[in-house]
């Protein structure tokens, strides 16, 4: 194990998960469609009844779900936010590593590739 943090990553701990508690149940709260339409109506006043913090609200009014990590947002539950725009997680994977969607779903497919000749094996040279 190694405590060289992965770059576009946070630690999601006991500290992040207090951190997040409020955006982390907002978030949820968008299983259903009736509390993502009352979002969509008024985004202020539906981060106000979840408490959010000033830099939650922040990163909500922004999109932007690399600072909603920070915030103490589980990728979970902030996946519920990002479906509401018609987001996915390769496009927040995408996000979080600098790379258009089309280069990082390139990219899985050479780490699926390699996985497989790794496990068939095969070179782990792909």
Request: charge should be neutral.
């Amino acid at each position: 194990m190694t405590d060289t943090p992965i770059p576009g990553t946070y630690l999601f701990d006991g500290c992040m998960a207090r951190k997040g508690y409020a955006l982390n149940k907002m978030c949820y709260s968008f299983n259903d469609a009736k509390n993502r339409q009352e979002f969509l109506v008024d985004e202020p006043a539906y981060c106000d009844r979840f408490g959010l913090s000033g830099e939650q609200k922040l990163a909500i009014k922004n999109r932007s779900v690399l600072a909603l990590l920070a915030a103490g947002g589980n990728i979970y539950y902030l996946a519920k936010f990002a479906g509401i725009f018609g987001l996915n997680v390769q496009d927040i994977g995408a996000q979080q590593t600098g790379l258009s969607v089309e280069e990082f779903k390139a990219r899985l497919d050479s780490y699926a590739k390699f996985n497989a000749a790794v496990t068939a094996g095969g070179t782990s040279h792909v």
